[in-house]
């Protein structure tokens, strides 16, 4: 079944080339896989979700605030692509986490931030979930158990935070990928 289509412009090749560039020095963990893997894919998901080239630009931008300049990033990206790609970068962006703040406290505002949300940067944010549990259960698989001491929240928590997410996507924006979601948090679950 076709869709409209979608048409890149050179301001799509922009955005890869300035995502690539801001996230140079950046890796997934565990493998040394560039970051802009993930950016690729994340844009990959939303176009494939039926999302515009702003939509698709702002995946590639989605971690770029909060990974790369906060604020000043922000600033350059609404000067280079515009006030709509700024405005759904900073709904995808998670805010530094407050001393006073438990892990779960903070994740527990994350989700509400989400649930919140622009249908746009609740489908950008779900492409992200998505990719991120997709290649943690790949980690899972090459490397076992040990996996789980990589990540700041630990097995238990991360598995708790992906059950959440699970559960925020099917209420705000049931899906394919909200589907895929729901299967792979469960076989994290059950593998465990």
Not at 130 to 147: E, F
Request: proline letters at 4%.
């Amino acid at each position: 079944m076709k869709t409209n289509p979608v048409v890149l412009t050179a301001a799509f090749d922009q955005a890869l080339a300035y995502a690539a560039a801001l996230h140079r020095y950046q890796q997934r963990k565990l493998t040394g896989v560039p970051y802009v893997a993930h950016l690729m894919a994340v844009a990959a998901l939303v176009l494939e979700d039926g999302g515009g080239e702003i939509d698709a630009i702002a995946a590639l931008l989605h971690d770029a605030v909060e990974d790369q300049g906060g604020l000043a990033t922000l600033q350059a990206i609404c000067d280079r692509f515009g006030q709509p790609v700024a405005d759904l970068v900073w709904g995808c962006t998670e805010p530094p986490r407050l001393a006073s703040r438990t892990w779960r406290d903070h994740k527990r505002q994350y989700l509400a931030q989400i649930a919140q949300a622009s249908p746009a940067v609740q489908r950008i944010m779900l492409a992200d979930k998505l990719h991120n549990v997709r290649s943690l259960w790949g980690l899972l698989q090459q490397y076992g158990p040990g996996v789980w001491q990589h990540f700041s929240g630990g097995q238990e928590n991360t598995l708790w935070l992906y059950g959440e997410y699970a559960k925020l996507f099917e209420t705000v924006r049931p899906s394919w990928m909200t589907t895929e979601l729901q299967q792979l948090t469960l076989a994290l679950k059950v593998s465990d």
